[in-house]
């Protein structure tokens, strides 16, 4: 049985969260902070994690960071927030999360976008080949497993180091 947890310090964001995802046949955790949610990663594995943006102590961002460095969380994030700036879409993109929803949110697209990452997988490894004597802006993109999202693949493509 697939594990999501789901983290957010509002009561009533998860009660919706766990009745939205309850057609799908997975254990929901919920957590009420990112320090809970880094204790509980230590052992327990899951599959899906859905985190809140801002939350009192340590953000989601934050969260997002710690699990990206420490290398012991490779469940696919969605960040969630009521904050529909672009520069926090974009910055939860470039931390690796492989999505950012919008509160107030649409239970059954958020059903929608879980069935589509347990349906898709979540791993892929991209390459970037340049062609000699090409611009950095012309490459040739091969990746190997699927993406999300669009904007995950502009993502990879602004991490790639340009060739010498």
Do not use: W
């Given at each position: 049985?697939?594990?999501?947890?789901?983290?957010?310090?509002d009561?009533?964001?998860?009660?919706?969260?766990?009745?939205?995802?309850?057609?799908?046949?997975?254990?929901?955790?919920?957590?009420?902070?990112?320090?809970?949610?880094?204790?509980?990663?230590?052992?327990?594995?899951?599959?899906?994690?859905?985190?809140?943006?801002?939350?009192?102590?340590?953000?989601?961002?934050?969260?997002?960071?710690?699990?990206?460095?420490?290398?012991?969380?490779?469940?696919?994030?969605?960040?969630?927030?009521?904050?529909?700036?672009?520069?926090?879409?974009?910055?939860?993109?470039?931390?690796?999360?492989?999505?950012?929803?919008?509160?107030?949110?649409?239970?059954?697209?958020?059903?929608?976008?879980?069935?589509?990452?347990?349906?898709?997988?979540?791993?892929?490894?991209?390459?970037?080949?340049?062609?000699?004597?090409?611009?950095?802006?012309?490459?040739?993109?091969?990746?190997?497993?699927l993406?999300?999202?669009?904007?995950?693949?502009g993502?990879?493509?602004?991490?790639?180091?340009?060739?010498?």
């Amino acid at each position: 049985m697939k594990r999501i947890m789901v983290v957010d310090d509002d009561p009533v964001i998860l009660k919706l969260s766990k009745l939205a995802l309850s057609p799908l046949n997975v254990e929901i955790v919920t957590l009420t902070s990112a320090e809970e949610a880094l204790k509980v990663l230590r052992f327990q594995p899951f599959d899906l994690l859905i985190v809140d943006v801002v939350m009192p102590r340590m953000s989601g961002f934050e969260l997002l960071k710690k699990l990206k460095k420490a290398g012991s969380c490779h469940a696919p994030i969605m960040m969630l927030s009521g904050r529909r700036m672009q520069k926090d879409i974009l910055a939860s993109l470039k931390l690796g999360a492989i999505d950012y929803i919008c509160k107030p949110f649409d239970p059954s697209v958020l059903l929608a976008k879980i069935e589509a990452v347990f349906s898709n997988g979540n791993d892929f490894s991209p390459e970037v080949i340049f062609a000699q004597g090409l611009s950095h802006s012309s490459a040739t993109v091969t990746l190997t497993g699927l993406l999300q999202s669009m904007s995950e693949l502009g993502v990879i493509l602004q991490m790639q180091e340009p060739i010498a």
